[in-house]
């Protein structure tokens, strides 16, 4: 989806690292405990020195709903602030520095193209039997629609513990955009290969026939992660020739051919406690976004902390929140215009927060 983010004042385009610090600690200074800033792990350094708390996709939800301050800027991507707003009742000022800071998966279904899949799966089964579930990366209209239709939000620290709430609720799921958290908590709650199909939304009835329908317990979205689908089961054999006690920890938006041979799975906070829980000495193969990889290793220099794929794996919107962004934002607020306020209409916020809630609620 394309945003429009205009381009910052030559103030911030033609400042040194030096100066956009000065001024980011000065506005944080002065706006006090009016403000929150919060830093997904993907966040590159110099915008992450400045978050008051940092997290996973759930963590920070569950942050952005508890906290009191007047400005949240959240240093993440679109849907992550968009689940802020939704999640604080539009009481609270979000801002996502940059309004291009989106995410290609879940830019990979959106509501049209759902409402279709739904209206075909009702031509052909049971829709009442059918719960939705939506992956925290998609927009806020999705997480309404699954809210509408008695279903639930998940995110990767919290996939299994909705999956299972939802199949004793129904007899299958509609589960999108990312195939590959779908499939890989279906394997982990004992469902086989033959349980699930894909569900791809450029072809009619996804691709699939009635039967196919019929048998499926799990219908996952063809949407996928373009930087957790670069890890492949042959970097897991490489890092494991040269380093045979090495561990390796995946995140869940990797194929299951990866998440099935490597030592553990989880969410980028699961991730950091693997990380934090191997001995001194140990070599860590970690396969999700780099910034992540790259702070494990400065942190924990005791360990080796290397990313699976050893080309480089940024994710490109996550890294478009900058410390210019950060500054302009905040001197902004400083000079009291709200520039870059995240806000979802009222209705469409009303069903994500009963879909938001129940995941808080369940998990
Ligand atoms: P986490 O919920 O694990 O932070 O993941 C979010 C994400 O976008 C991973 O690509
Ligand atoms: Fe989206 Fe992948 Fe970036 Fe996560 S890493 S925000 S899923 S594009």
Redesign the pocket.
């Known amino acids: 989806m394309v945003r429009i983010q205009g381009a910052l004042p030559d103030r911030y385009t033609a400042a040194t690292q030096e100066e956009l610090s000065s001024w980011i600690a000065a506005a944080k200074a002065t706006l006090g405990d009016r403000l929150l800033i919060l830093g997904h792990h ?1 966040q590159r350094e110099e915008v992450m020195r400045w978050a008051d708390a940092r997290g996973d996709s759930f963590g920070l939800s569950r942050l952005a709903a508890a906290s009191v301050a007047e400005y949240i800027v959240f240093c993440g ?1 679109h849907f992550m602030a968009e689940s802020a707003d939704v999640l604080t009742g539009g009481t609270r000022h979000v801002i996502l520095p940059d309004l291009n800071a989106g ?4 830019d990979m279904a959106d509501l049209d193209s759902v409402e279709e899949a739904w209206d075909a799966l009702a031509a052909v089964t049971d829709i009442e039997r059918i719960v939705p579930i939506t992956y925290m ?1 998609a927009s806020a209209a999705l997480k309404a629609f699954v809210g509408r239709h008695g279903g639930a939000v998940c995110t990767s620290s919290n996939a299994r513990a909705v999956v299972t709430w939802a199949l004793a609720r129904g007899d299958k799921l509609l589960f999108f955009p ?1 195939q590959h958290l779908g499939r890989n908590t279906g394997f982990q709650l004992g469902l086989g290969a033959g349980d699930m199909r894909v569900w791809d939304p450029k072809r009619d009835l996804g691709g699939l026939d009635e039967v196919d329908v019929k048998e499926a317990t799990l219908l996952l979205w063809k949407g996928h ?4 689908q670069r890890f492949k089961v042959a970097h897991i054999e490489a890092f494991r020739t040269e380093h045979p006690d090495g561990i390796v920890v995946v995140h869940p ?1 990797c194929s299951h051919e990866v998440v099935e041979v490597a030592d553990e799975v989880g969410s980028t906070d699961h991730i950091i406690r693997v990380v934090e829980a191997a001995p001194a000495g140990s070599v860590i193969a970690v396969a ?2 780099i910034h992540l990889v790259q702070r494990l290793a400065a942190e924990h220099p005791d360990r080796t902390v290397v990313s699976l794929d050893p080309l480089i794996c940024p ?4 890294f478009r929140i900058d410390a210019a962004h950060l500054a302009w934002v905040l001197e902004n607020l400083v000079d009291g215009e709200v520039v870059n306020r995240i806000t979802v209409d009222g209705e469409t916020a009303e069903w994500a927060r009963v879909a938001l809630q129940r995941m808080l609620e369940i998990t």
């Open positions: 993907y991507v995410c290609s998966m879940a990366n990312d992660c373009s930087v957790h938006e999700t976004e994710c490109s919107t996550m």
